[in-house]
């Protein structure tokens, strides 16, 4: 039987425009952003895709997103203040802490970082996940604390 980790990176849907630095946590998604996700969400259904756990940051445009993906779903949230905006170094010292027991993970946040971490862990060239686009990633390893540089194999990028 096969222990390997699914690992799902998504960038937040498309988002209102930012007025200042102040008003960037705060930004709603669009309704355009809205619908990209909706639409998302019917190929993950289809394909069955589901998530032990969903790590999501708590700006808003990333809670919005995060409900709608785990509408339907039957998965663990957690909102992480330190994903809003997080370098990919960041974000990976969150990964390696996820107990092994998660077999299929959704992280949920913002670029450069989901972009840059995505290429990092599938030794890709650099890949920029619009808003609404999911990576999706079979790891090579059967533990989240081995997690790193080219451990995973990129199947897709949905949308």
């Known amino acids: 039987m096969s222990t390997k980790k699914m690992l799902y990176i998504l960038r937040h849907g498309e988002a209102e425009m ?3 630095a102040a008003n960037d946590f705060n930004r709603s998604l669009t309704n355009r952003g809205i619908a990209q996700l909706e639409r998302l969400v019917k190929i ?3 394909n069955m895709e589901h998530f032990d756990l969903i790590l999501s ?3 808003v ?3 919005m997103t995060t409900q709608i993906v785990e509408k339907n779903a039957n998965s663990k949230v ?3 203040k330190e994903l809003y905006e997080a370098r990919p170094e960041k974000i990976m010292d969150l990964l390696l802490a996820v107990d092994d027991e998660v077999k299929s993970l959704l ?3 913002h670029n450069p970082g989901v972009s840059t971490l995505t290429s990092t862990i599938t030794g890709e060239p650099f890949i920029n996940l619009n808003p609404g686009m999911l990576a999706k990633i079979e790891l090579e390893v059967d533990s989240w604390k081995l ?3 080219n451990t995973g194999n990129l ?3 949905l949308q």
């Open 18 to 20: 930012a007025f200042g």
């Open 44 to 46: 993950l259904n289809q």
């Open 57 to 59: 940051s708590s700006a």
């Open 61 to 63: 445009r990333t809670e």
């Open 78 to 80: 957690e909102f992480k």
């Open 107 to 109: 992280v949920i946040g």
């Open 147 to 149: 997690l790193g540089q």
């Open 155 to 157: 199947l897709e990028i």
